[in-house]
């Protein structure tokens, strides 16, 4: 995968020469590029912003800079069905525009899969008030892949942050960049909608505070279902957003019973019971 990021501060994304991605970069798995954005002003002083238009606080960033360096940096996109290759594994041709923005669709892990399968990211880091509106319009009525995300309900200086967030969560699910593809795989925000169960490690003992007698026992069957439910029960207490967006036809039954102890009962709403997509699927009873 090859990902471009522009920004007025390139120093910032040093980090991303550290840890895994740096090896994968290192490696060849990942090409990524970093340039600074005052490469494309014509002028003496390197301006990319000026005040808003209609008045109010801060600056806003040029389009006309932002436009000479997306048009240097996209490649064409080649229409509306632009993936190329056989088989599941083909990947879009063309490059995915990413503008991060507290404005933006929330960035999570389902994001990160979908960008994971791109065969081209460029991300856009917005600093001032953000970026001049015309530019995402005008690269998304072009036919671009565009997505404006934010990393949290929050407000950072820059997008620099958000980047390195996007590209590590993006870049460790490539191919060959995290060692054992298994560590991937139970993962909180994975395909169980989970978060994950409690992890230990050695020594059995430390002070007062043991590792649970399951995990020593070597039963593995028995400590699946015991990360399971802790996993349940984890996700219950801390996001019971995501425990309402279970799909209960996935649950077995001692999920459901452990679920139930929680609180949370599966039901079908009466009013749409032919359509999943607006029954509601839980009942919660607060203990
Ligand atoms: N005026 C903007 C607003 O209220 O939506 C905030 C601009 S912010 C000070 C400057 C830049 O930081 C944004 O253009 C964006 O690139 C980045 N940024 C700030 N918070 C972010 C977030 N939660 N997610 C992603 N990017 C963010």
Redesign the pocket.
């Known amino acids: 995968m090859r990902i471009d990021v522009v920004t007025i501060f390139p120093d910032y994304l040093a980090a991303l020469d550290l840890s895994l991605v740096g090896k994968a970069r290192r490696a060849g798995l990942v090409d990524l590029r970093v340039h600074d954005l005052r490469d494309w002003t014509l002028d003496r002083h390197r301006t990319v912003d000026d005040t808003p238009f209609g008045g109010g606080a801060?600056m806003v960033m040029r389009p006309d800079v932002w436009g000479r360096a997306l048009d240097d940096l996209l490649p064409e996109p080649s229409g509306p069905d632009d993936t190329v290759g056989p088989g599941p594994a083909a990947v879009a041709a063309g490059a995915h525009l990413v503008?991060?923005?507290?404005?933006?669709e929330v960035?999570t892990q389902r994001r990160a899969e979908e960008l994971a399968t791109e065969d081209r990211m460029v991300l856009a880091?917005?600093?001032?008030?953000?970026?001049d509106a015309r530019v995402v319009e005008r690269y998304r009525a072009a036919g671009h892949r565009v997505s404006e995300?934010?990393?949290?309900?929050?407000?950072?200086?820059?997008?620099e942050v958000?980047a390195l967030v996007m590209v590590e969560a993006v870049a460790r699910l490539l191919p060959g960049v995290v060692g054992n593809p298994q560590s991937l795989v139970e993962e909180s925000h994975g395909a169980a909608g989970l978060l994950e169960y409690p992890v230990y490690t050695k020594p059995p003992r430390w002070g007062d505070a043991e590792v649970p007698e399951v995990l020593l026992s070597g039963h593995h069957a028995r400590i699946d279902r015991w990360r399971r439910d802790r996993a349940l029960e984890r996700t219950a207490a801390r996001r019971p957003d995501m425990i309402a967006a279970l799909d209960p036809e996935t649950l077995d039954a001692h999920d459901l019973e452990v679920l139930a102890g929680l609180g949370w009962r599966a039901t079908r709403d009466p009013r749409h019971p032919a359509d999943s997509r607006y029954a509601a699927r839980w009942e919660h009873v607060a203990e």
């Open positions: 801060g503008v991060p923005t507290p404005s933006g960035f880091c917005g600093r001032y008030e953000g970026i995300l934010s990393i949290g309900d929050y407000v950072l200086n820059g997008g958000a």
